[in-house]
């Protein structure tokens, strides 16, 4: 797991080994270990490594050894060892025990279609000397981040926007409608990102880019094409059997203890599971829950796992204080605005695990790929009206998450003016998915391509890195969402259950009862914290903000608030109204300031 960033100039010009130290720096976090950077032509490739596999040799960036190929890579190839007994076959012998030189080796031999052998989670630029372009790819799923912008003089990319920023020859802008999708549902899709000109390498895609500084693209893989399937309840467990015995097997490949952060829910039990199955040693495990709030949490059953599996069982149990003061840092870490309240209790648990690891397992994914989430069952009536209301995605993601008052009292008038391309990644996705496919199908291929990448695996990659900490989810091995998207929905959805297929393979695995037990989430108590003289503190705070002064209307704040204080709703509302001043100070005002991992979030508005 690294960080990765570099250039090509227009033809001519020379890489400045200044910017690049600029940009290295800027990814110090991703990777602690190692960095390092080659120069050649117009070209410029820098990384920062945190090393997992091939720990003694596996610098980078890595070159082939007629000096035409130079690599940088974040990620992992989960199926090096496979692919290395090929290529030693056709005479290409790896000269590093690094998964990334799996990725050079195969490009040497089979040029770009090396990508559809590639399994795992993984980013890179790749410079191909001999054919004078610069090679960006992302793995299928988007587990890993890579970004790009155009300038005038170069192309230039990066594993994390603030990287890019010290080379923007002015203050970065905000795209309005990024803006307001962030508000609504919590995130910003597609290929744009929330600053003009800074551009989301998409899941599955590769680009090419050339002396001239052209862009080709090139889908290598999407879910698209996966065709429905017909299956029996025992053909399609056995095949889930076989297919979850190889992914894991692959994915504990690491020189480098691991651990896993354990819910008490479904997913990380059944990793769990599978980690004991495959004799990985007695494993750390982490979970985390609240002192004082109102909620029940999963401590407890988080708790019966690890003894279960007779693990090295941590939990955290955090006072509501400890928990927001991760916000500004959460926030300089993701880079892109992400709602996901997720993000402060992940943000603990990373720096927890990561004073004795660098690798940990985590559950995100099952829920998409085998159909866990309530929304994917409506009922039939509430999906008719839905789809009467807002058309465009048949009923599937159709509300936004401010209510309707305070959007139309708070939102400025650049932010109205947007309004129609609010849900418009929803719509598209919906829009593109095959005939033959149900509804429910295309339900998870929506959240495939948008809540996924850009929301969940954002928290997955960048909270985890902020702390030297490489996630792994094999859940999101390319081979289970083919199969979990295929299956017929009747193994999938029973009687309003969802993963039913998942549980009933699972079960003789784990504790009686105990996938019986209801879907709960990773409840984070911003109810009980934004309330009364908080609340108050961070509307006065709000109305001198030189960011919300530009984008909403203040005259409306002092209203959310006292809503808020009488528990007439508007957590979510002026929650994001904090997250996106502090975002603004963060990435728009001064984009060198870093704050520390515990911070008071009102200071930083």
């Known amino acids: 797991m690294c960080g990765i960033a570099g250039f090509i100039l227009r033809a001519g010009q020379r890489p400045d080994s200044a910017q690049l130290a600029q940009m290295t720096a800027a990814l110090a976090h991703r990777g602690p270990d190692d960095s390092g950077t080659y120069c050649a032509g117009a070209v410029g490739l820098a990384q920062t490594r945190l090393s997992i596999i091939g720990l003694s ?54 040029g770009l279609n090396c990508l559809t052998a590639l399994r795992g989670m993984y980013a890179f630029a790749l410079h191909d000397a001999r054919a004078n372009r610069l090679i960006l790819a ?25 990287a890019l920023l010290p080379i923007l020859p002015r203050q970065p802008q905000i795209v309005p409608a990024a803006l307001r999708q962030f508000l609504q549902h919590q995130f910003a899709g597609g290929e ?33 094409t996966i065709t429905p399937r017909q299956l029996g309840i025992e053909t399609a467990q056995a095949e889930l059997n076989e297919l979850m015995t190889t992914v894991m097997r692959e994915h504990i490949r690491s020189d480098v203890p691991f651990g896993l952060f354990l819910s008490g829910g479904v997913d990380s039990a059944i990793l769990a599971a599978q980690l004991h199955a495959q004799h990985a040693g007695r494993i750390k495990s982490f979970s985390v829950g609240y002192c004082g709030a109102t909620r029940a949490n999963e401590l407890n059953e988080a708790a019966r796992i690890a003894d279960y599996f007779e693990f090295d069982h941590q939990q955290l149990e955090l006072n509501l204080n400890q928990v927001f003061a991760r916000i500004p840092h959460s926030i300089w870490c993701t880079d892109e605005l992400m709602r996901d309240y997720a993000n402060l209790p992940t ?7 990561g004073a004795s690891l660098k690798v940990v397992f985590s559950g995100e994914g099952g829920d998409e790929v085998f159909a866990g989430y309530r929304r994917y069952a409506p009922h039939p009536a509430e999906r008719w009206l839905k789809m009467l209301r807002h058309s465009g995605s048949g009923g599937f993601r159709t509300r936004g998450h401010w209510a309707g008052r305070w959007t139309r009292r708070l939102f400025n008038d650049k932010l109205q003016a947007v309004a129609a391309e609010e849900r418009a990644p929803f719509q598209q996705a919906w829009r593109e998915t095959p005939r033959n496919w149900s509804n429910l199908q295309r339900r998870q291929y929506v959240d495939l391509v948008t809540a996924l990448p850009n929301n969940l695996l954002v928290k997955t990659d960048r909270l985890l890195m902020g702390f030297g900490v490489e996630g792994r989810v094999p859940f999101l091995d390319h081979r289970l969402v083919e199969f979990g998207l295929a299956l017929p929905d009747n193994l999938k ?31 984070v108590p911003v109810g009980d914290w934004l309330r009364g003289e908080v609340a108050a503190q961070i509307g006065q705070r709000l109305l001198r903000n030189r960011g919300i002064c530009e984008w ?47 911070e008071n979030p009102i200071d930083w508005i």
Request: net charge positive; glycine share 8%; no cysteine.
């Open 57 to 110: 040799n596996g610098h980078q960036p890595l070159r082939s050894a007629d000096g035409q190929l130079a690599l940088v890579a974040n990620g992992e190839i989960y199926n090096y060892l496979e692919l290395n007994a090929e290529l030693r076959q056709l005479g290409r012998h790896p000269r590093t025990a690094s998964d990334s030189e799996t990725i050079l080796n195969s490009y040497a031999q089979h």
């Open 138 to 162: 992302r793995d299928r799923l988007g587990i890993k981040p890579l970004f790009y912008v155009r300038l005038p003089d170069r192309i230039a990319f990066a594993s994390e926007i603030k």
């Open 192 to 224: 744009n990102t929330l600053f003009t000109g800074i551009k989301r390498v998409l899941p599955g895609e590769a680009l090419f880019i050339d002396a001239e500084l052209r862009i080709q693209r090139q889908r290598y893989w999407s879910p698209l």
């Open 347 to 353: 943000s603990i648990l990373a720096e927890t695990a």
């Open 493 to 523: 959805i029973q009687q309003h259950n969802g993963k039913w297929l998942l549980k009933r393979w699972a079960e003789p695995t784990l504790p009686p009862d105990h996938l019986q037990q209801p879907k709960r989430g990773f409840h």
């Open 552 to 598: 909403f209307n203040v005259t409306g704040i002092q209203e959310l608030v006292t809503a808020r204080q009488r528990g007439n709703g508007g957590s979510r509302e002026l929650f994001g109204l904090m997250q996106f001043a502090i975002w603004h100070q963060l990435f728009i005002e001064q984009s060198k300031l870093k704050p520390a991992p515990n």
